[in-house]
Structures are given as C-alpha cells and as structure tokens.
C-alpha cells in the first residue's frame, strides 16, 4: 500500500469517526468542533495507532506506552490489544476502562464511566464481546467473557455479568432484561 494510499484510508477513517460522533451527540455542532474538543475521539484515535503497533511484538512498550499518555490526556483507558469496530463513539468518555481482551463492533455508542472488564486471571479471553449497534449506559458494568448481542441496550448503571441476547435491553445490578424501549 503506498502512502498516498495510506494517507486516504486514514483521512476516510477519520471522517467516519466525526459523522459518527455528529450522528450520536445532538450537541455537536460542526466536526471541526468535535475533532478539536471530544476527548472519547481523541482516546479512540490514539488506540487505533497503539493498537497497531501492539500487533507487533517488538512495538508493545510503546503500544502500552501511548495507550496511558492517552488516559491521561483523556481520562479513557483502552488497552492497545483490545478488538474495536468502525464508528465507535465514547460520548463524555471520562472513566472509561476497556481491557484487554474486549471485542466491540461496528456502530457502538458508549458513555463515561462504562468498564468492559474481566473476572479471572490468566491469559485467555477474558473480557466482554460486544456486538454491533449496542448501546451501553454511563456507569454501566460489563464483566467477565460473556457476549452483548447486536442491537442491545444496556442501562445505565448496569451490572452485566451473563450473555445479553440480541436486542434485548438490560438493567440493574445484577441486570434483567427489561421488556420496552425505556432504560431506567
């Protein structure tokens, strides 16, 4: 691939970052405004180039190493070797934490204080897959290997600690599935 190339794929990722961001917050008023100020793109951003190098066994202390200048920059921690799709969008991302193992797929909207964390120890797979199009509450939980299905709505605040069928909308601690469109 030549840098030009390059160049182009970076630049359509980037713009499909902003639309993202534009198309989630009602308050977004041009992405030159977004591009500049929200710091849930800004940490996206920078796993996206962490996570690139983490591919590469020699580049991983310094994958580890712009993954926590980015938590301190922006109060959003996402571990290098964590699996993101297109068009993720942290909406007031302070305190978010996504480790290692998490997989998260196209069109997810997350806001601040949301944990997609383990519950063992060990080198497997041990944080949450998410699918595509999910929702996940300010302060929500999502612990342990288990799968959110496409489409899902987790409530603020949530506990999530058992697979989440498709479409299906969860709250409380520990969370149920709630039957409707409103999340508490």
Do not use: C
């Not at 497997?124 to 290997?145: E, M, Q």
Request: cysteine-free.
């Amino acid at each position: 691939m030549s840098i030009y190339s390059r160049i182009r794929f970076v630049a359509s990722r980037v713009n499909e970052d902003l639309a993202a961001a534009q198309r989630e917050d009602p308050a977004a008023r041009s992405k030159l405004e977004i591009a500049i100020l929200y710091s849930g793109l800004h940490a996206i951003w920078m796993y996206r180039l962490a996570h690139a190098m983490w591919r590469r066994p020699t580049l991983r202390f310094a994958s580890r190493f712009i993954s926590q200048f980015a938590r301190f920059v922006t109060g959003i921690e996402i571990h290098p070797g964590a699996t993101i799709g297109r068009r993720f969008f942290i909406d007031h991302g302070m305190g978010v934490v996504i480790g290692e193992t998490a997989i998260i797929g196209d069109d997810v909207l997350m806001y601040h204080q949301v944990t997609l964390g383990g519950r063992a120890r060990g080198r497997f797979k041990r944080h949450p897959t998410i699918g595509n199009r999910v929702l996940i509450g300010a302060g929500a939980k999502v612990i342990g290997d288990i799968t959110v299905g496409d489409d899902a709505k987790i409530g603020a605040n949530a506990l999530v600690v058992k697979d989440v069928a498709a479409g299906a909308v969860v709250v409380g601690i520990p969370s149920n599935v709630h039957r409707g469109d409103v999340i508490a």
